[in-house]
């Protein structure tokens, strides 16, 4: 089925630094591909998406684009924010049909 | 406002006895989803919804059961029977033809 894989954490960095977290994936298709971000004692909140290859997902800063040659869905940000202290989740339905995502294990962002 | 509304949000439990955490949408999904996830962890899925009165075993339901009486709620029972219950417990919900799933704000439960 279809998998997802991200780098370990934590990434520390300091304020207005750049940000990267790679984010790989194995799937059959192309499925639309997600990042969520989970704030200390929340759930998960989903960030941004992409439906389809080559599509770049934005939101807050934040940017992601399928691509489908090298199956990645990395998570950029010019400038990080100390409330960007977050853990970042990359993730995929885990099969078609049926919306039910698998997701990576978290890359914790300090 | 439409949302996932989880409770309680901390809940503590003594060894032998079943809790059961409550879970409600109002954004009309059919989807409907149970996650577990443990300190430094990602998600495991423990049971999945699809439709009213029909459920799924999630790769981890060993030791839950859950009911779909109606749309809107997906109730888990954390029953004696699972060993290591202490974790914090995420509900999520999505439109079954949609794509993103939403989620509570989680409930954390711990054995003591």
């Known amino acids: 089925g279809n998998s997802v894989t991200q780098m370990e954490g934590p990434v520390t960095l300091s304020e207005e630094a750049f940000l990267t977290i790679n984010c790989t994936y194995t799937?059959?298709?192309?499925?639309?591909l997600f990042w969520y971000v989970q704030y200390p004692g929340e759930g998960l909140q989903l960030l941004l998406k992409?439906?389809?290859?080559?599509d770049k997902g934005s939101n807050k800063g934040f940017e992601a684009t399928y691509r489908k040659e090298t199956t990645s869905f990395h998570l950029e940000k010019g400038s990080v924010q100390v409330s960007d202290s977050a853990v970042y989740f990359c993730?995929?339905?885990?099969?078609?049909?049926?919306?039910?995502?698998?997701f990576g294990t978290g890359t914790r962002l300090l | 406002d439409g949302g996932i509304t989880q409770s309680p949000k901390y809940l503590f439990r003594k060894e032998g006895q079943n809790v059961t955490l409550s879970c409600e949408q109002n954004?009309?999904?059919?989807?409907m989803y149970w996650y577990r996830q443990d300190p430094g962890q990602g998600l495991r899925l423990i049971y999945y919804?699809?439709?009213?009165?029909?459920?799924q075993k999630g790769d981890i339901a060993e030791g839950y059961s859950v009911s779909r009486e109606k749309k809107e709620s997906f109730p888990l029972t954390v029953t004696s029977a699972q060993k290591n219950p202490t974790a914090f417990y995420l509900c999520?919900?999505?439109?079954?033809?949609?794509?993103?799933?939403?989620f509570g704000q989680g409930t954390r439960l711990t054995v003591v």
């Open positions: 999520a919900s999505s439109p079954t033809r949609g794509t993103e799933a939403f």
């Open positions: 799937a059959t298709g192309y499925p639309s």
């Open positions: 992409a439906t389809k290859a080559d």
């Open positions: 993730a995929l339905p885990m099969n078609t049909g049926f919306q039910k995502l698998v």
């Open positions: 954004l009309n999904h059919d989807a």
């Open positions: 919804s699809q439709i009213v009165n029909d459920f």
